[in-house]
């Protein structure tokens, strides 16, 4: 039964973690920042790039391990971040890549540095980078091959996630007409990754709507219905 972010379970949550075990790719990519940041994955380092987890997925991590430990903002730059977290959100940060224990990983490091994509439709059809941080993650944007199992667990994983909490679905459908309006101005186009390859899809509904008839680009990512079954 459909219901909100907030109100998801711990078994939901488990269910994600369980899906999520692939790494982005097949190389250690903290190879690539790691080295320029104290020998720290910079995704890993809590005051450059801090975890925003579920509050049901706090929960849940907290009895499973200590791994976390809830955050409380320090100053007015970041209360004023926290303010802009939804109810069922929050900050917190881990012990850090020396003591990271796998399994215990939160689904934002999970599924970092990817977001999901709606397209024009508003249909899940891939996941793209997260842009906003490209200044800080050297992944973003570098052309590195990234593993097709990552990107069919992601995207199952967001599928199940939008079944079961629509709110997130309406979050990722703004963010996904924001990064269109973004990219317009420059008039590029959004690299989209999805297991069966990378697909680069235009900005105005027209040309997606065209070249999706004319099979020149992928309509939704079939797992969607598989998943929301
Ligand atoms: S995802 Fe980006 S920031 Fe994180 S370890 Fe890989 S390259 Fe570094
Ligand atoms: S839990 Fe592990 S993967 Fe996630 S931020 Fe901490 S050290 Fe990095």
Request: glycine letters at 6%.
């Amino acid at each position: 039964m459909p219901q909100s972010a907030a109100a998801l379970s711990a078994a939901q949550i488990a269910e994600l973690h369980a899906l999520l075990t692939a790494p982005v790719t097949s190389f250690d990519c903290g190879t690539l920042c790691a080295p320029g940041n104290g020998g720290v994955p910079v995704c890993c380092q809590n005051h450059t790039i801090m975890p925003v987890l579920y509050a049901a997925e706090f929960a849940l991590l907290e009895r499973r391990s200590r791994m976390w430990t809830r955050y409380v903002p320090q100053n007015e730059g970041e209360r004023e971040l926290a303010a802009e977290l939804r109810p069922c959100e929050l900050f917190a940060t881990c012990k850090g890549a020396a003591h990271c224990e796998r399994e215990h990983r939160a689904l934002s490091c999970r599924t970092f540095p990817f977001e999901p994509y709606l397209a024009h439709d508003d249909t899940l059809c891939g996941l793209v980078f997260a842009w906003d941080l490209a200044a800080l993650c050297p992944l973003i944007g570098s052309g590195h091959r990234i593993e097709p199992r990552f990107l069919e667990q992601t995207l199952t994983a967001f599928t199940k996630l939008f079944a079961w909490a629509p709110d997130e679905l309406e979050l990722w459908r703004g963010n996904s007409r924001t990064l269109r309006r973004s990219f317009a101005r420059s008039a590029a186009r959004i690299s989209v990754y999805r297991p069966d390859g990378v697909f680069a899809f235009p900005t105005a509904r027209r040309t997606w709507r065209d070249e999706v008839r004319d099979g020149r680009l992928p309509g939704p990512w079939p797992g969607a219905d598989a998943a929301r079954r």
